[in-house]
């Protein structure tokens, strides 16, 4: 009834022109009201005719009425104006809201639904409820569509009872007919009873969550620890290999300028040599130049005075040793600098399957824990092959570089700075990293090892002799035993017989297993 009452209003002080509220209200004489430039400018296109009259009912006027603003008609339009002031959302129901089953016209927002009247009232109509001892039984609820679905389908009553046994809500009458004998309880009870779960379960949902929280905290903090940590470990390898960079551009710049000392000295030799050569050459050539004309002489007694006046020849004391001089050659010089140059790949190779592992070796052991049976081992199957230029004299490649055979006599193999000179040993020619396996047949004896590349290769000292050193690690094949070796200690292995031995080899965690 007050929308009612309201929008009646609107109307009683709209402008019939422009259908709005009045602004500066006028009143013709007739006594209908308008807004002052509504009607002045309706009364502007009559100033031909020279009669004016009311848009409402048609009375006419002359001359052109003079209209005066009506001060309590502005007043009243003021007022209905900040009654309309408030907002809109706050008073009336919307699409999603839930209305007032009492309001005619614009519905207003309820406040409550009623269980027993099944029915939904705004603040307004739902003051009975409070004021009344009729409606003071009665349970008001949050504002509700569904209330139907509270009431029995089968007899039309509130459901107030629960039915634990089929876990449905009843009505009073469902209790004593078809759920008669069921565990049955009053919805209050029931309510209660799961409400008490339902503390417990938000209970527990609310310890998840602060752990869950305290997870993220923790994961949190572990990125900023590991960008921090990364940070640094980039500043300080950029440092590091800056320092690397310039020792290597000095010692570049040293060798360099050796090399030029070399070159200059030994240049400087040959060329004083050369002039001693050519002094010589020009004494010679002197003196075949007097031999010819001594030979020219005619008189006899003449010629063998003279000929037995000239000095004896000297002796050269070049010639032979320019012919069995060695040439002097800077092939050493850079055989060493390829030395380096291997030893510091083999040192960054290493370096970088470190770093590239250390970040997941930790979740890597967990999730490929080390392989046990052989099937497992031959996942990481490696190919290996034999490197020639590693190879001692008296061993014979054959199979495409993949087996070896000690010989009575040497083979034709070019000299090599990387070859074994005086132990019987050769070097695979791959670099092994991360998890390797790979099987080697034998027959008589055998030493099976794994070595740095860097290890010594000349002479037969224990730092070329695999196992013997602390860059090899190997094991001594006998006819009926095993030994392993590592820096010159000997550790005897016990295994059945076995003219196979499988190799396995896992660099970033620093394993390395034979077995027979």
């Given at each position: ?93 919307g699409a999603e809201d839930v ?259 250390a970040g997941t070796e930790g ?154």
């Amino acid at each position: 009834m007050a929308q009612q009452e309201n929008q009646l209003d609107r109307e009683t002080f709209s402008c019939s022109i422009c259908l709005d509220l009045l602004k500066d209200p006028v009143t013709t004489p007739c006594g209908h009201s308008y807004c002052m430039n509504c009607i002045q400018h309706f009364w502007d296109g009559e100033d031909e005719r020279r009669i004016y009259s009311c848009p409402q009912c048609r009375q006419s006027f002359t001359p052109r009425p003079v209209l005066l603003k009506n001060t309590m008609l502005a007043a009243l339009v003021e007022q209905l104006k900040r009654t309309e002031a408030a907002p809109a959302d706050l008073c009336y129901a919307g699409a999603e809201d839930v209305a007032c089953d009492f309001c005619s016209g614009r519905k207003l927002k309820a406040a409550k639904s009623c269980l027993q009247c099944l029915a939904s009232y705004c603040e307004r109509h739902l003051q009975p409820h409070y004021r009344s001892d009729t409606f003071k039984k009665h349970q008001l609820v949050e504002p509700s569509e569904k209330l139907r679905d509270n009431i029995c389908s089968r007899h039309d009553e509130a459901m107030k009872m629960f039915c634990r046994t089929d876990q449905q809500c009843i009505c009073y009458l469902c209790s004593v007919e078809e759920h008669k004998g069921h565990d049955t309880v009053s919805a209050a009870a029931e309510r209660d009873e799961k409400q008490r779960e339902l503390e417990g379960s938000r209970l527990n949902v609310q310890q998840r969550i602060q752990d869950r929280q305290k997870d993220v905290k923790l994961l949190q903090q572990e990125v900023e620890d590991i960008n921090a940590s990364a940070d640094k470990a980039v500043e300080d390898s950029e440092r590091i290999f800056t320092q690397l960079i310039r020792l290597l551009e000095k010692s570049r710049s040293d060798v360099k300028r050796q090399l030029r000392s070399q070159q200059q000295s030994e240049v400087s030799r040959v060329r004083e040599l050369e002039e001693e050569l050519q002094q010589e050459i020009s004494e010679l050539q002197s003196r075949d130049a007097e031999l010819e004309q001594l030979s020219h002489t005619d008189h006899h007694t003449q010629f063998l005075l003279s000929y037995a006046s000239l000095p004896a020849l000297s002796e050269s004391t070049h010639s032979s040793s320019i012919k069995n001089r060695s040439r002097h050659s800077f092939e050493d010089v850079t055989g060493a600098v390829s030395v380096v140059r291997d030893i510091l790949q083999d040192v960054l190779r290493e370096m970088w399957t470190s770093v590239s592992q250390a970040g997941t070796e930790g979740s890597r052991v967990k999730e490929f824990p080390e392989p046990k049976t052989r099937a497992e081992f031959l996942k990481y199957s490696r190919q290996i092959t034999l490197d020639a230029n590693t190879a001692h004299t008296v061993l014979l490649l054959s199979e495409g570089n993949r087996k070896v055979t000690v010989m009575n006599k040497r083979q034709s193999y070019s000299d090599h700075p990387d070859s074994f000179t005086g132990l019987y040993q050769i070097l695979s020619g791959e670099s092994l990293t991360g998890r390797c396996y790979w099987e080697l047949e034998w027959r008589g004896g055998a030493d099976l090892a794994v070595a740095y590349k860097n290890i010594s290769r000349a002479g037969d000292s224990d730092e070329c002799r695999l196992g013997w050193n602390d860059k090899s690690w190997a094991l001594n094949c006998l006819l009926n035993s095993y030994i392993f070796l590592h820096n010159k200690v000997q550790t005897p292995v016990s295994g059945p017989r076995s003219s196979r031995v499988g190799v396995y080899l896992d660099h970033g965690a620093g394993i390395l297993s034979l077995k027979p």
